[in-house]
């Protein structure tokens, strides 16, 4: 949600400026990593060019207009590639849930670069919250290769792009740069499906799914969405995605989850969580 700044609070002021600065628009945009689509004719023709580079540590990247530097691409050196919609979703969430009271921590489950639990973290600072924790759930060492457990990820190709591999080091250095590293921000490394069944959070008021794949998504919902509060949102990054859509209308379905999925923006999704049960 954009605003005229005489209706802008300060700390809105301080989100917005604090996003800008995320995606790197703030400062006339930013290089994005050339990425062509995996199951094209130009995309299997490029990943062999792509590891090739990757041995000389080079990459492919082309300079964009700024106003196009979120929507889909790879950045070089923002902390996310959220749309701004999807950066306003998340402060919108976390703001709801502290004026409605609904209780619990937050948590991203695949954080790239931090972007999205950065701004987590930088709204209950904004809202003086002192009581929720910041979860940021990553392997932060890419994504894991398809497996038997789950046959609908057959085929993806995410694990080969070293791009998405970002260590726990970068990103806790990340959240400092921001000032927003302390004891409200804790992580969880490793695959999904070690680390969440037995994470010690006990509630949760925004459970952000950012994992891609059938499994890394279907992994997070099963043990997290129990602990989701009624009042509670589940945002879906990528639902756009053909594993991760199919794993959260198995989910629901199967839940008989019926809350409204409200539409963000071309891949990102979500609904409030309505009941114990729901």
Request: aromatic share 10%; net charge negative; glycine share 8%.
């Amino acid at each position: 949600m954009r605003h005229t700044l005489a209706w802008v609070t300060p700390e809105e002021r301080y989100l917005e400026l604090l996003k800008s600065c995320l995606t790197r628009s703030a400062f006339g945009g930013d290089l994005h990593m050339l990425q062509p689509a995996a199951n094209t004719l130009i995309g299997r023709a490029y990943l062999p060019v792509q590891r090739l580079l990757g041995r000389f540590d080079l990459r492919l990247v082309g300079r964009v207009s700024p106003e196009r530097v979120v929507e889909g691409y790879w950045p070089t050196s923002a902390e996310t590639m959220l749309t701004p919609a999807g950066l306003d979703n998340i402060q919108y969430a976390v703001k709801t849930v502290i004026d409605e009271d609904v209780p619990g921590d937050l948590i991203e489950t695949g954080v790239w670069r931090g972007g999205g639990a950065i701004l987590m973290r930088a709204a209950l600072a904004a809202y003086c919250d002192v009581t929720r924790t910041v979860w940021a759930a990553d392997s932060f060492a890419g994504l894991p290769k398809p497996d038997e457990v789950h046959p609908a990820d057959a085929g993806d190709v995410h694990w080969r792009y070293r791009e998405l591999a970002v260590s726990l080091d970068e990103v806790r250095a990340n959240f400092a740069r921001y000032g927003l590293l302390d004891d409200q921000v804790r992580f969880l490394k490793g695959w999904f499906a070690d680390t969440l069944p037995t994470a010690p959070i006990n509630d949760l008021a925004v459970l952000r799914l950012d994992g891609d794949m059938y499994g890394s998504t279907m992994d997070a919902l099963e043990p997290l969405y129990p602990k989701v509060s009624p009042g509670g949102f589940v945002i879906v990054d990528d639902y756009a995605l053909s594993g991760c859509r199919r794993a959260v209308d198995e989910y629901r379905a199967r839940k008989g989850i019926e809350g409204e999925l409200v539409r963000v923006d071309r891949t990102v999704v979500f609904w409030r969580k309505a009941s114990v049960g729901g």
